[in-house]
């Protein structure tokens, strides 16, 4: 019988993965993405030491940092906003995004030095004052790329995003080979979001980007972001405490090596965030403005086999890592495969979590963001202080294994109180990682 729906639900997926282009974009794009990360790691690891990766991975953390504190929603404040295709609100918002990003290309400039000072890598200060360039031109983004995912027009951006993607990673290549440097990953951190200019205004459309200004947009936004920034900066602070921890008690050695397994684990967790928020957000969206009634039914029946699908695929992942990294990486990357089991537990979790948080703000829990975020953070302070302190580093990346466990528990109690979740099915997400992992695992250890 299991069998039976497991094989139902599998060909029930891949059915609907070609009636929903969003969904084949997503497909394809993080098939031949994740294949292109793949292939450029393996031959980049073989070509640097795995320092390299430390540094450029503290240095895509630092961006990641300093965007996080002053992310005021733009995505969400438009798909949710009335007139969100209007030309004077789109204007206002992609003023305001460039003028945030000159400040902290600025403010990362100006503490470039001491960041460096903090991990005691010297080169890492000037790495910074460099990729200040990322922050100057991502303000130059086009913002049609959120303004069309309110049509539900998804495909084109993410074919726009992996083309600018693969190129920059091709030319990285390219340079690290001759370079024999880490400089050319840290060029085509700069030119990704020159790719993303050029081609977001040949392909996306250049309409809604340009100077304007309306005060009272402005005070909407901020009203609005008083709810956002705060989950931003607990946010960064989960994201980010593993490496500030793991980079004070890590050799650089290792540390690169952990960045390294971040890199894969980032490709499926950017899968799952990309499936809820720009698969499942739009189209939940545009089902609560025009069919409220049949929402719960739709909801699962857009999301269900594939959630579970996707579950699966990644406990394998889980599972097959100790192998991965001795098929494809030497003896010096053998820790790698510790590390990227672990991680890959998030990813599997975000499938309920993600998707629940999606549901909830439509139903007016603007704070659910917040308070999922400091349930995380409450197990993540204690829970990694005290069992860094019992087990060392393996008692934090237990912790990082397990800080999606709260957030899942609150968001399907309050989805139950307002009757927009199905329990069982949600569990049954779960339960197929658990069967990818044992039957990788299993594989695994056979070899």
């Known amino acids: 019988m299991l069998v039976n729906k497991i094989t139902s639900s599998w060909r029930g997926a891949s059915s609907q993965l070609f009636k929903d282009s969003g969904m084949q974009a997503l497909m394809l794009t993080s098939f031949f993405g994740n294949l292109i990360r793949l292939s450029s790691n393996l031959v980049v690891a073989r070509l640097l030491s795995p320092e390299a990766f430390a540094i450029t991975g503290l240095a895509a953390s630092i961006i990641f940092a300093f965007n996080m504190i002053s992310d005021a929603g733009f995505r969400a404040f438009i798909l949710r906003h009335e007139e969100g295709d209007e030309t004077y609100l789109l204007k206002t918002l992609w003023t305001i995004k460039l003028a945030r990003n000159v400040i902290l290309a600025v403010l990362m400039f100006v503490f470039s030095d001491a960041i460096a000072s903090f991990f005691s890598i010297d080169d890492l200060a000037f790495v910074l004052k460099v990729l200040c360039l990322v922050f100057i031109v991502e303000g130059f983004v ?26 920059s990673t091709l030319m990285m290549v390219i340079g690290v080979y001759y370079a024999q440097n880490y400089w050319p990953m840290i060029a085509a951190m700069i030119i990704n979001n020159v790719l993303q200019v050029m081609l977001g205004a040949i392909f996306i459309g250049w309409s809604g980007s340009g100077f304007g200004f309306q005060k009272s947009i402005f005070v909407e936004l901020m009203a609005w972001a008083k709810y956002i920034i705060p989950s931003s900066v607990i946010t960064l602070m989960l994201v980010q405490f593993d490496k500030l921890m793991l980079g004070k008690t890590l050799s650089v050695t290792e540390l690169g090596i952990y960045f390294i397994a971040i890199n894969f684990s980032a490709a499926a967790a950017t899968f799952t965030i990309e499936y809820a928020r720009g698969v499942l957000q739009p189209y939940f969206s545009l089902v609560y403005r025009e069919s409220p009634d049949l929402y719960l039914e739709k909801v699962y029946q857009k999301k269900q086999r594939l959630s579970m699908l996707f579950a699966f695929l990644l406990g394998m992942l889980s599972g097959g890592s100790y192998l991965f990294f001795d098929i494809f990486y030497d003896d010096r990357y053998a820790s790698g495969g510790l590390y990227l089991s672990i991680l890959l537990v998030t990813p599997i979790m975000t499938l309920v979590t993600y998707s629940s948080e999606v549901t909830l703000i439509l139903y007016g829990y603007l704070r659910t963001t917040l308070i999922a975020n400091v349930s995380r953070l409450v197990w993540f302070l204690v829970g990694a202080v005290c069992s860094y302190l019992w087990w060392g580093t393996m008692g934090l990346l237990m912790t990082i294994m397990t800080v999606e466990l709260l957030p899942a528990i609150y968001m399907v109690l309050r989805l139950v109180s307002c009757r927009a979740v199905r329990v069982g099915q949600e569990a049954i997400i779960i339960f197929m990682a658990v069967i990818g992992f044992t039957l990788s695992r299993t594989i695994s250890n056979a070899f």
């Open 142 to 167: 086009p913002i049609g790329f959120i303004a069309i995912e309110r049509q539900n027009r998804i495909a084109r951006i993410m074919y726009v995003r992996f083309s600018c993607a693969a190129i």
